[in-house]
């Protein structure tokens, strides 16, 4: 297995430009989260997904999309980049709400800066 | 909502000592707290999970305890070695939202 898996590894953007990070992970997990983590910030969620077709928000989801059409798939899309994105995100699973017997893995992360 | 607060200053041991990281939480005692690894560069990696009728928890060199009354859990590593140096972090569920909430998370560096 894979485990989790995150494109780009590194990325660089204008203030106004658009992209997706990319997400896959082949455990079958349904839940599946993004975050993000800046220094002394620690991880704060932006979207997480409970199950294909579900998404909802987490602590800081302005300037963020996400969607779930398949179970190994969530895509974070940018809307317009801001030098406020310049981060680290990460994107994690779980086989169901992490819990007391669900542990997340987590991806490699995207190092993201926005000039 | 839940706030896990963890010691943000790094914390220097010398090898062989015992490490001991600290986690609080405010507001609702959590019904569990898990702890991860994360080494630079990379993502956490999970560690252990305490539940709340637990006082302690055990896994090799890592020992767990969760104290309700304080609304602390402390983390220990024993024997500690080099290759232990890394961030360790806090996280248990909001339950406001079906995620969990991260520490900041504690940098431990263990000198050889």
């Known amino acids: 297995n894979a485990g989790v898996t995150q494109t780009p590894k590194f990325q660089v953007l204008k203030t106004g430009q658009s992209m997706t990070l990319q997400c896959a992970q082949d455990?079958?997990?349904?839940?599946m989260s993004w975050y993000r983590q800046d220094p002394g910030m620690g991880l704060r969620l932006i979207h997480y997904s409970v199950g294909a077709g579900i998404t909802d928000q987490g602590e800081v989801p302005n300037g963020y999309n996400v969607s779930r059409s398949t179970t190994e798939d969530f895509p974070l899309r940018l809307l317009s980049a801001a030098p406020s994105q310049t981060s680290v995100y990460f994107c994690?699973?779980?086989?169901?709400?992490?819990?007391?017997?669900?542990?997340?893995?987590f991806g490699p992360g995207t190092r993201l800066t926005v000039l | 909502s839940q706030k896990i607060e963890q010691n943000s200053e790094a914390l220097n041991i010398q090898e062989g000592k015992t490490a001991t990281l600290t986690c609080n939480y405010t507001?609702?005692?959590?019904?569990?707290l898990q702890w991860y690894r994360q080494d630079p560069g990379r993502g956490p990696v999970f560690l252990l999970l305490i539940r709340e009728n637990e006082k302690e928890k055990r896994k090799e060199r890592l020992k767990v305890t969760f104290d309700t009354t304080l609304k602390q859990s402390l983390f220990h590593i024993t024997a500690s070695q080099p290759a232990d140096s890394a961030t360790y972090l806090c996280a248990s569920l909001d339950t406001g939202r079906r995620a969990l909430t991260f520490g900041s998370g504690t940098r431990l560096q263990v000198q050889p």
């Open positions: 455990m079958n997990h349904e839940y």
């Open positions: 507001n609702y005692s959590p019904a569990y």
């Open positions: 994690a699973s779980s086989l169901g709400v992490p819990g007391s017997y669900n542990e997340q893995f």
